[in-house]
């Protein structure tokens, strides 16, 4: 029998064991099989490879980042919090069987897969939090027609929105609806791939024969001949014919000779349909070294920023009271995303603390080096004298009457 630390509060005291059971749409993404799953919806879409690349890409990049509580002060400045209660949570287990970054994935993951977004719901004792749950269909959602304000329902009880965090796309759809058709042509050209390979890689045939077969006959005729030609296993076999029969072979039709190009069309589709760019989920026709460079760029500014932002604002909004939100927010470091190779960033470093930009404790930091005595200073070490006489560029300060005499030659 397991003893939990804490007690758990009324809207989970009954919980189903099937509830915390990953649905088939998780199982299918996390593990790769699904059972069951109707067409399009649901993990039969997540078995389109392209379609478990977008989501998983997008999911897992948001739960890599590093979480940070931001307390800012009255002067407009912000420091790290790092020993916050909701950072250590986050950062750590937020239940005794999910860890935070997969919290953060799964709830990312179902924004993507599911139209009534991801939700979790936070459990409060004595107005502290104990722990995270996440529940990926036992919480029901319903909108007001007017004002649009949610009404959350767990096992028919109404559940106070003050303690559900709720992720969810625009349009009131998640970009796997918006794209299924696109990715029912996808499943259908793997469908139709699978049929050709399983034929032998061959297109099909006609028996012609002058002689009349009748209907048993063409039955017999037809059963001999898959027996001993059709399927892989059967590939490269000699067919025996009989009674003047010949085998006249079909050839590819245009949409089988350009099979290829249709399928990675497909996958382009399903890109847009994300906003992934193409060479995240493989296709790398027209990738190159510089512009592989840009589209991961474009892959942090244009597809992941708005999902972290969103789940900046849904975390924020249930972790912190509303008198705590003037004073904290949660940030995902998004400086693991953007970190270059070190000589770069050493350039870019130096560059801004000469311009004064930052002060070498703060480009300190970004190396997670300790700050030292004296760093929080805006100075350019490049061109600041001090009294140990050192001078422009770092070099030397020399004597006036010295520095005359040697430009005239005088010794």
């Known amino acids: 029998m397991k003893i939990w630390p804490f007690s758990r509060s009324a809207p989970t005291e009954n919980r189903d064991s099937s509830v915390s059971a990953p649905d088939a749409v998780m199982e299918a993404l996390w593990t790769g099989s699904a059972s069951g799953a109707s067409a399009l919806s649901g993990a039969s879409a997540l078995r389109v490879p392209a379609v478990a690349a977008a989501v998983r890409v997008i999911s897992e990049a948001a739960a890599t980042l590093y979480i940070r509580v931001m307390e800012r002060a009255e002067d407009g400045t912000e420091t790290e919090d790092k020993n916050h209660a909701v950072g250590v949570l986050l950062r750590g287990d937020v239940n005794s069987w999910t860890g935070g970054f997969e919290l953060v994935r799964d709830l990312t993951a179902d924004a993507l897969t599911r139209d009534w977004g991801g939700m979790a719901w936070v459990n409060r004792i004595g107005g502290e ?74 297109p099909g045939g006609v028996l012609e024969t002058s002689k009349p077969l009748g209907d048993e006959g063409v039955k017999k005729m037809l059963k001999g001949w898959k027996a001993s030609q059709e399927g ?158 050192i001078g422009h560029n770092g070099g030397l300060a020399l004597d006036d009457d010295k520095t005359g005499d040697a430009e005239n030659g005088s010794e």
């Not at 244009?302 to 924020?316: C, D, F, I, K, V």
């Not at 998004?334 to 070498?360: E, M």
């Open 129 to 202: 939090i104990r722990e995270v749950i996440r529940y990926s269909t036992a919480i029901t959602v319903a909108y007001d027609t007017w004002s649009g304000e949610p009404t959350y329902r767990f096992d028919g009880r109404i559940m106070d929105s003050a303690n559900i965090i709720h992720v969810r796309g625009p349009f009131d759809r998640c970009p796997l609806t918006l794209a299924a058709d696109a990715i029912g042509v996808a499943k259908e050209m793997e469908r139709h791939a699978g049929s050709l390979f399983k034929n032998a890689a061959r």
């Open 232 to 389: 892989s296993a059967n590939a490269g076999k000699t067919p025996i014919l009989w009674d003047g029969t010949t085998f006249k072979q079909m050839s590819l039709n245009s949409v089988d000779s350009q099979f290829l190009e249709l399928r990675t069309f497909q996958i382009l589709e399903i890109a847009r349909a994300f906003r992934v760019p193409p060479s995240m989920l493989f296709e790398l026709d027209r990738a190159t070294w510089s512009n592989s460079e840009q589209m991961g760029f474009e892959f942090l500014t244009y597809t992941l920023e708005p999902w972290l932002r969103a789940l900046e604002a849904a975390l924020s909004r249930v972790l912190f009271s509303r008198e705590e939100r003037a004073r904290f927010r949660i940030v995902f470091d998004r400086d693991d995303l953007t970190r270059a190779d070190l000589t770069a960033r050493a350039t870019a470093i130096s560059s801004l603390i000469s311009a004064k930009v930052i002060n070498p404790n703060e480009g300190r930091s970004w190396l997670d080096l300790a700050p030292y005595a004296g760093g929080e200073e805006f100075s350019n070490p490049h061109i600041n004298t001090d009294a140990s006489g």
